[in-house]
């Protein structure tokens, strides 16, 4: 199998499967849904009562929205995340469960109204390269009077216990669609004109012939760029393209890297029991 990487951002990575089967690039976009573990805000506490501040104002501790929204949102908020620094909580030997900086993350939250409390609100209590890449997301907004002090607790996680833990969305791939006209296979998107989607593009794995539509433009600009009246079309299930982008957490490679690792080390606990039987 031949892997190629198109098009590359921090947060979006398109690739390019040759020599492959649909079943390796499902499952690793299964993984990529389920598996990956991301940080993300499970345990959120709220500071109750009256809250004085410096210059002797008091402030009172509520906000418009009930505290389980809030909580919600807060775990909705994406948590920069190092794979090679943080272990699952459950199975930390350090702390056994019992929460320790190998396997949780505190932030702190205080803010007070009038204004808008966003992520950027969040300040880690310990490494400042901790503190959510995106300021920007709005989790309650404040009124006059009113303020919010929080302490939030972050944990390792993955996708299929919770979506908030999921790092990789938008995960999806096509087989590549190859025509055969004028005496040449070539793939769709190497075509000297754009191929009518409306006409010419059918789904299917079969090789099928498609005649071309003369009143349609798209088509005509096909026909007389290979002088064919017809032309003929399959997807190669052989060639997949995948897409996927994240939300922040994790970069697209290190998400794909994560994916793949937990694919190798599935495989090996396989073909190890496999072995035994």
């Known amino acids: 199998m031949d892997v190629k990487i198109l098009e590359e951002s ?3 990575l398109t690739l390019r499967f040759d020599e492959t089967d649909p079943t390796i690039v499902n499952s690793i976009r299964r993984t990529l849904i389920a598996d990956v573990p991301k940080m993300a805000i499970e345990d959120v506490e709220f500071h109750l009562g009256p809250i004085r501040a410096e210059d002797g104002k008091e402030y009172e501790s ?45 932030y702190s939250l205080n803010k007070r109204g009038p204004a808008v409390v966003t992520s950027g609100d969040l300040e880690p209590i310990g490494d400042p390269k901790l503190k959510p ?3 920007a997301i709005p989790i309650v907004k404040l009124g006059d009077g009113q303020a919010l002090l929080i302490y939030a607790t972050a944990t390792l996680g993955t996708g299929k216990e919770h979506a908030k833990w999921q790092v990789a969305h938008g995960v999806g791939y096509a087989f590549t669609t190859v025509l055969k006209a004028g005496g040449k296979s070539f793939e769709a998107q190497d075509a000297k004109v754009p ?13 099928v012939t ?13 026909s007389d760029a290979y002088d064919v009246k017809s032309v003929k079309v399959f997807n190669d299930p052989t060639k997949i393209r995948m897409q996927f982008e994240t939300d922040g957490s994790l970069t697209a490679r290190d998400t794909l890297v994560a994916a793949l690792d937990i694919l190798e080390k599935r495989f090996a606990d396989l073909a190890g029991k496999v072995e035994q039987l």
Do not use: Q, Y
Not at 195 to 207: T, Y
Not at 210 to 222: D, G, I, M, P, S
């Open 10 to 12: 921090d947060t979006d």
């Open 62 to 106: 509520v906000a418009p929205l009930f505290d389980e929204m809030i909580s919600h949102r807060l775990g909705l908020v994406p948590i920069p995340t190092d794979l090679a620094l943080f272990v699952p909580k459950a199975t930390c030997p350090s702390c056994h469960g019992e929460g320790c900086p190998n396997c949780t993350i505190i």
């Open 210 to 222: 498609v005649e071309l539509k003369t009143e349609c433009k798209n088509c005509r600009k096909f």
């Open 133 to 135: 890449r995106d300021a």
């Open 195 to 207: 191929v009518c989607p409306e006409h010419i593009l059918r789904p299917g794995n079969e090789e």
